[in-house]
């Protein structure tokens, strides 16, 4: 669990579900509204909105919060999900994942020293199911280790490695780039496959890169 006054990050992976899988601009006008009723509450420091690259018909919704005490506040607001967030049960199957900033480039609000995103940036969002029995401490060692390579290539931003508050087990790393040609070469590249098995000894993992639709970091910079 985080500590008292961590930030936090929440993840919400969805899917859209087979009767909707051509209400994409659907999704994206229910996270307009998502984002605009969040603005309001206390604690929000970021809010963004990705969507898959080779997989159009997947979103991702991160929210950056003061603390977890002002992300379970609008979470557990049942009027706030039935007049927001419903839209998106509606639409798509779910997985979340929210937790303190274990490590990152940049600070754990999300925004830090990290440059604001263009628009074409890429995200690539990598998660981690711990194996039974393997070791945290292991595996978050054997991850700084994989980034120590990560960090050396052009294009590469910054991330944030998520840990789950409600899943010890899970884990998820929110990696920036300049954008998909920045990464995918290091996806590919021999060092990439190693570290894949290393890590995999610890955890299951599987991967998606994304494209920010909408991130307020970016769009409030563009406002001013």
């Known amino acids: 669990m985080s500590e008292p006054n961590t930030p936090v990050v929440a993840v ?3 899917v859209l579900k087979e009767k909707h899988k051509t209400k994409g601009a659907e999704f994206e006008k229910a996270y307009s509204k998502y984002k605009q009723a969040v603005s309001t509450k206390d604690g929000l420091l970021r809010t963004a909105l990705l969507r898959g690259i080779r997989e159009p018909d997947s ?11 002002a992300h379970r506040t609008v979470v ?5 999900f039935t007049a927001v967030s419903s839209r998106f049960v509606y639409l798509a199957s779910i997985t979340s994942v929210h937790g303190p900033v274990l490590a990152g480039e940049t600070a754990a609000d999300g925004i830090g020293d ?3 995103p263009s628009a074409d940036a890429a995200v690539a969002l990598t998660t981690f199911t711990l194996r039974e029995g393997a070791d945290q401490q292991a595996f978050e060692s054997s991850f700084l280790g994989h980034l120590s390579f990560v960090k050396g290539h052009d294009g590469f931003l910054g991330h944030q490695l998520v840990h789950s508050n409600r899943e010890t087990s899970a884990y998820v790393n929110i990696g920036w780039w300049s954008g998909p040609q920045a990464y995918l070469p290091v996806l590919q590249s021999p060092e990439m496959a190693a570290d894949a098995k290393t890590m995999a000894v610890h955890a299951e993992v599987k991967g998606g890169l994304f494209t920010a639709v909408v991130d307020s970091a970016r769009t409030e910079v563009a406002a001013v």
């Open 12 to 14: 919400a992976h969805f």
């Open 59 to 69: 979103f991702v919704i991160l929210t950056w919060w003061r603390d977890a005490d």
């Open 76 to 80: 557990g607001d049942w009027q706030f």
């Open 114 to 116: 990290l440059a604001v």
